[in-house]
């Protein structure tokens, strides 16, 4: 019975209580979390690629 009962609640609060975005809002978040995880990817790949070159010219001298 108690899982009914959670069930029913549940569906109650997604369906009265939950504020769900509308399509043009959900496009413009989705449009902004692309772009900053471009944003975030390229200055990841510009860190990696710098070290990759500072750690073949400390090796270069080694070697």
């Known amino acids: 019975m108690k899982l009914k009962i959670y069930f029913e609640e549940v569906y109650k609060e997604l369906v009265q209580k939950v504020s769900w975005p509308s399509w043009s ?25 710098g070290f990759k070159n500072m750690m073949d010219i400390i090796y270069s001298m080694f070697y």
């Open 25 to 49: 809002e959900l496009q413009s978040s989705a449009i902004v979390v692309m772009i900053a995880s471009a944003i975030i990817a390229s200055v990841i790949f510009a860190m990696d690629f």
